[in-house]
């Protein structure tokens, strides 16, 4: 079993950063696909970045792309996910995932195990 836990959460001004990490214990997180979603109030959880488990196969949504960069340190069992130029539409409890297959997909329900979230909050 795999305990994620979600960590750098919080409130920030548009066009700020933050940067997010997700530890995690209690399995091989070296052979694990990790993925980032997020849900918004009265929206659908959507998936944000994901990265293989040698740090390559990186996927992100279009939204993101070239503000958001996903990556792991495999030594310290974590995951994170740097985040610029931050605007309103990003506010959304961020989700970490990790899936047992090597390579993850955009899919939330490929994914195995989940931490508890970490609120975003961009003020404009």
């Known amino acids: 079993q795999v305990q994620l836990v979600e960590s750098g959460g919080g409130l920030v001004q548009a066009g700020g950063s933050l940067r997010l990490s997700c530890a995690a214990s209690?399995?091989?997180?070296?052979?694990?696909?990790m993925g980032w979603f997020r849900q918004a109030p009265g929206k659908e959880r959507e998936f944000v970045a994901c990265?293989?488990?040698?740090?390559?196969?990186?996927y992100y949504t279009d939204s993101v792309k070239g503000r958001f960069t996903i990556s792991r340190d495999n030594l310290k069992n974590t995951v994170y996910l740097q985040m610029n130029s931050l605007k309103p539409e990003d506010t959304a409890v961020y989700y970490c995932?990790?899936?047992?297959?090597?390579?993850?997909?955009?899919?939330?329900?490929?994914?195995?195990?989940w931490g508890q979230g970490t609120q975003v909050t961009v003020s404009s």
């Open positions: 995932a990790a899936d047992r297959a090597s390579k993850p997909t955009m899919s939330p329900r490929t994914y195995d195990y």
């Open positions: 990265i293989g488990w040698s740090g390559g196969w990186i």
């Open positions: 209690g399995g091989t997180f070296s052979s694990y696909g």
